[in-house]
């Protein structure tokens, strides 16, 4: 544990980070910055189970495996994301989700 | 001490991340977050998981902000300004999380965890002998699994990005004015 840090301070932040974090998935329209705004969320939740396993759990290392498997599917995501990005534009020159709909049709 | 820099670290991380979301500037936004992860970074360095901080630096600052840099160099020009979101989205989204944010630091407040104080265990040879452990309490088929995720992850956007010579080549030409 942090010396004279509690959990809860350190759960208020990874919850306001995760608020701010939905408020950039709701208000973005470029596919790039609503990938942005959910790392940001997907840290905040990494940041709890961390906070968890070391004020809670202290003998094992759950919390810490649980966010190392958290980074490996970000990493897949992000992956994934950037190249459905590039893809959508070399097909219609546009990134903002209110262009995309070539798969509606 | 490690409280100042708790205090510190968490004072960088909300006001990056804050910037990061409301930024205008699309390669401003990603440096930002690059500092948010980075303090995040640091955060676990002071909790002293230094595994998962070298983790997070090379994999999070390292690798997943130059791949979003990499895409807003490749779609956008470099002093790209997107316009600002019309305020109806701007007041619906910032009062939704306004009241969410409230509704959970309250919660926050009220709840009464009760720290257990047991021996330490968070060397890396503790970490790496659960991950590795096919027996109870171990993460041999989470981890598998993940590797599998990683190569179908890999297959994946290849065959995604890959450039279509037979049909789309003509197509966008014909749609163009």
Sequence with gaps: MIPGVSLIEILTVSTLMFFIGVYGFLTRKNLITILMSLELMLNGAAINFVAFNKYLYPGQPNGQLFALFLIAVAACEVALAIAIVINLYRKIKAVDVEQVNTLKH | ?177
Aim: aromatic share 10%; with cysteine.
């Design chain 2, 1 to 177: 001490m490690e409280k100042i820099i708790f205090y510190i670290l968490s004072a960088v991380i909300l006001s990056l991340s804050l910037m990061s979301v409301l930024s205008r500037k699309l390669l401003r936004s990603a440096v930002y977050l690059f500092g948010v992860l980075t303090a995040i970074a640091g955060f676990y360095f002071l909790i002293g998981y230094h595994f998962l901080g070298a983790v997070q630096l090379t994999v999070y600052a390292g690798g997943i902000v130059v791949l979003i840099i990499f895409s807003i160099l490749l779609t956008h020009d470099i002093d790209h300004q997107m316009p600002t979101p019309d305020w109806s989205r701007v007041a619906v989204a910032g009062a939704l999380c306004v009241a969410g944010a409230v509704m959970f630091v309250q919660l926050l407040q009220g709840s009464l965890f009760s720290r257990v104080e047991a021996p330490e265990q968070s060397d890396l040879n503790t970490v790496g002998n659960t991950l590795l452990n096919p027996g109870g309490g171990g993460y041999l088929l989470p981890f598998e699994v993940v590797s599998i995720l990683l190569l179908a992850v890999m297959i994946g956007a290849i065959v995604i990005a890959k450039q279509r010579h037979s049909v789309d080549d003509s197509s966008p030409e014909k749609q163009a004015p």
